[in-house]
């Protein structure tokens, strides 16, 4: 790997610790405040609420500048919105800019990757990138739960500044300021991300020029007969899993009797074998080998049913180490291939935005179901069987439509299979 890469897994790794650690004091604020509780489950559709209404613009912007100079910019947007968090602004708003802030930065922290990459290495990448993601997703998520807790917290609210009233005196209030010093160290590595010397596509003057492009963006993507089949997998893959991130917080409150703390734990154990999985599928599958992995999907869904039948801990956790494991030798693949047909097709920066839009989308749908089922009053049992009925649903349609597509359409698909095996140049 070349040395920009690692660059980028630092700057990767601190952004998303961050925004993972907000995300749990997020929830905590409204806790706290005592606010109805469909408005905690309604930050995941609110983070991605800007992925879906900024996905033709952001694709186009990343790759008209270099992408190190986007990310930094994406971060800056990200510690604005931890600030109006920190001056008393709601937390829906405010993490609504962060996930701003993340809209921008998707398309350029993968993007730079086939920049940087041949297609060769894409899947080891990406195994690295997402191990190291899922990793700092677990320690974020931890990160949020202690800093919010009664230990940390305690310590961060003793130092005090001599004539100076700061103002912070909560937990969560400690814990803001905290996140924005992660915020600003992520900003650093940004920094020192190398330009790759590909040639930069311009933006049009008219941004409402990219609203057709980005149209048949889409439809390039979803047309591909391997770009479809990849493209509908991450989608619901991460649509069901962005939502967990507050389902397992539920769950382990309604089952365990845990705290916002305690419950935090048990997201980073998901996250846990998920990290596991993206690392063997990275070292184990070839490109040309993701769409068998689809079987996988199915199970994992079956798998979400079964924790409603789950009330000790020393059983929950190894179970959601294999559902997390699952799902990232899944994904891993899936994502790879997802990236070199887009980049053949489209452009680095376009594809992603394209994939951002489909999963943030599915986010945006099953979270908004979520929010409003809790706000009528469904439990978080009733809510995982039914996410776990769509995962193993949706991902048996996947598969028939797979086998359909190697059935009429056998020609094509072997031929973009051929050329995921032996394409080895940028």
Not at 131 to 139: E, K, P, R, W, Y
Not at 196 to 202: C, F, I, K, L, W
Not at 271 to 288: C, H, N, P, Y
Not at 352 to 372: D, H, K, P, S, T
Request: charge should be positive; glycine fraction near 10%; aromatic fraction near 10%.
């Amino acid at each position: 790997m070349k040395r920009g890469f690692y660059t980028i897994m630092a700057a990767q790794f601190f952004s998303s610790l961050a925004d993972n650690a907000l995300f749990v004091v997020a929830v905590e604020l409204l806790r706290t405040a005592g606010a109805p509780k469909w408005q905690p489950a309604a930050l995941v559709p609110m983070f991605a609420l800007f992925y879906v209404i900024l996905a033709p613009f952001v694709g186009a912007y990343a790759d008209a500048r270099p992408k190190g100079r986007v990310m930094f910019s994406s971060n800056a947007i990200k510690v604005v919105g931890c600030l109006a968090m920190l001056f008393s602004a709601h937390p829906l708003l405010a993490y609504a800019v962060v996930g701003l802030g993340a809209a921008a930065y998707s398309p350029a922290k993968y993007g730079i990757l086939t920049e940087l990459l041949p297609a060769s290495q894409l899947v080891k990448a990406n195994g690295w990138i997402e191990g190291l993601t899922i990793a700092s997703i677990i320690l974020g998520v931890l990160l949020g739960g202690q800093l919010v807790g009664p230990n940390i917290s305690g310590v961060l609210l003793s130092f005090d500044l001599p004539a100076l009233d700061t103002g912070i005196d909560t937990p969560p209030e400690a814990a803001l300021v905290t996140l924005i010093a992660v915020y600003a160290l992520a900003a650093w590595f940004n920094t020192r991300i190398p330009k790759t010397g590909v040639e930069m596509r311009p933006m049009p003057r008219n941004y409402l020029q990219l609203l057709p492009d980005f149209w048949q963006c889409n439809t390039a993507l979803w047309r591909d007969k391997l770009g479809q089949i990849s493209l509908a997998t991450t989608t619901l893959f991460w649509g069901v899993s962005g939502n967990l991130r507050y389902i397992v917080l539920a769950w382990a409150a309604a089952a365990l009797g845990y705290g916002t703390t305690q419950a935090s734990s048990l997201v980073g154990v998901v996250a846990i074998g998920t990290a596991v999985g993206a690392v063997v599928a990275s070292v184990r599958t070839r490109l040309d080998q993701a769409t068998s992995l689809m079987p996988l999907g199915i199970g994992m869904g079956l798998l979400v049913i079964l924790m409603n039948f789950i009330d000790n801990v020393w059983v929950a956790a190894p179970f959601l180490i294999l559902l997390g494991g699952l799902g990232g030798f899944l994904v891993v693949p899936m994502n790879a291939l997802l990236q070199h047909r887009g980049h053949n097709l489209m452009g680095a920066g376009r594809s992603i935005a394209v994939q951002n839009f489909n999963e943030q989308a599915c986010i945006l749908v099953l979270g908004a179901f979520y929010a409003l089922s809790t706000g009528l009053g469904m439990s978080a049992f009733g809510a995982i069987t039914a996410f776990g009925v769509v995962v193993a649903g949706f991902m048996w349609v996947i598969q028939r439509w797979h086998r359909s597509n190697l059935i009429h359409h056998a020609d094509e698909v072997q031929a973009l299979l051929a050329i995921a095996r032996s394409d080895k140049s940028h």
